[in-house]
């Protein structure tokens, strides 16, 4: 018998027989295979409390968006001077303001429109930072030359001015705007970041083996781009997303405080906000509830972010 025949041998004798040498087995070869960054970064991340305080934080803010009636019972806008500056009393917990209305019930309702906002906002910057990342980096050459100075010249407006002056020409006539039109405004202005992190993603996923291997074998720009390059490139850009998603909410916010957000009779945080800071002095709950509220949030997303980025990130492991 050869020695590569008796090391073999051996290693059949040494191998538990039946059910249990074929689970040891099964284990040894689950633990040889080689890990994915999505399962390394989903390792890390349970072992995160930034991560799992701020993905429930996200949860209650999206569980109060979606159904506010579970946490209140009325709208909000439910207002009777008679109650102003009232104190708490039933289930208005923290009293009532200037106008007789039920600060915890707004606070609860207000968040339903900054919702909306953040997620529709990004999700338009979403579609738009794609199509300029993916095109710019997978072409190269002029085209990433174009898109990219189309890219400095929208990064170098500045956005809540920008976002004022859109808005205000969007609705001349009135104070405030609708949901949509501050979604179409935050989510035009807002894309230029995802749009930079897609293309170095999209940049460092093509010279990848795969991406060589797919062209030789005769597969287009767009089947390369969508089957293979996408889904390599996807996780920052997802990342970005996240905390772009808390910078809409607060965007959306000033643009109510400066009264050319939402429309003054739609419960919002920015608007409440906007009310009750010039009359602080007459009491300090209006204001500080609907802040907390918006700190709150915005910080949630924004801690998710960073946390769902350092743990997608191969520098820091």
């Known amino acids: 018998m050869s020695d590569v025949e008796s090391v073999a041998a051996a290693e059949r004798v040494d191998e538990p027989s039946g059910p249990s040498g074929g689970r040891h087995a099964a284990k040894r070869a689950k633990a040889a295979k080689p890990r994915s960054l999505a399962a390394d970064a989903w390792r890390d991340l349970r072992r995160n409390w930034v991560f799992w305080v701020s993905a429930a934080l996200v949860l209650v803010i999206v569980v109060i968006a979606v159904f506010p009636g579970l946490f209140v019972d009325n709208d909000g806008k439910d207002c009777a001077l008679s109650r102003q500056y009232g104190r708490p009393e039933g289930g208005a917990i923290f009293g009532f303001n200037f106008q007789g209305c ?5 606070a609860i309702y207000g968040a339903q429109p900054s919702i909306l906002v953040g997620v529709g906002a990004t999700l ?4 738009i930072g794609a199509f300029f990342g993916m095109t ?3 072409f190269g050459g002029w085209v990433d030359a174009v898109l990219s100075r189309m890219v400095d010249i ?4 500045p956005l809540l001015l920008a976002a004022i002056v859109f808005a205000k020409g969007l609705n001349p006539t009135r104070e405030g705007t609708g949901i949509g039109t501050v979604v179409i405004v935050l989510g035009v202005l807002n894309w230029t970041t995802a749009a930079r992190v897609m293309r170095s993603s999209v940049i460092a996923a093509k010279s990848q083996d795969f991406v060589a291997a797919a062209r030789m074998l005769g597969a287009g720009p767009g089947r390369i781009m969508f089957r293979h390059i996408l889904p390599n490139s996807v996780a920052p850009f997802i990342v970005v997303l996240t905390i ?7 965007t959306e916010a000033a643009l109510s405080f400066l009264g050319v957000g939402l429309n003054p009779n739609q419960v919002s945080w920015g608007g409440d906000i906007s009310h009750a800071a010039i009359r602080v002095q007459e ?6 509830v609907p802040s907390a509220f918006l700190a709150l949030t915005v910080l949630s997303f924004i801690m998710l972010g960073d946390a769902v980025r350092d743990a997608f990130d191969p520098r820091l492991r």
Do not use: F, H, M, Q
């Open 102 to 106: 039920d600060i915890y019930a707004r």
């Open 124 to 127: 338009i910057s979403a579609v």
């Open 136 to 138: 710019s980096g997978y």
């Open 154 to 157: 929208v990064l170098a407006i």
């Open 244 to 250: 772009l998603l808390g910078i809409n909410i607060a």
């Open 283 to 288: 009491a300090a709950t209006p204001l500080v």
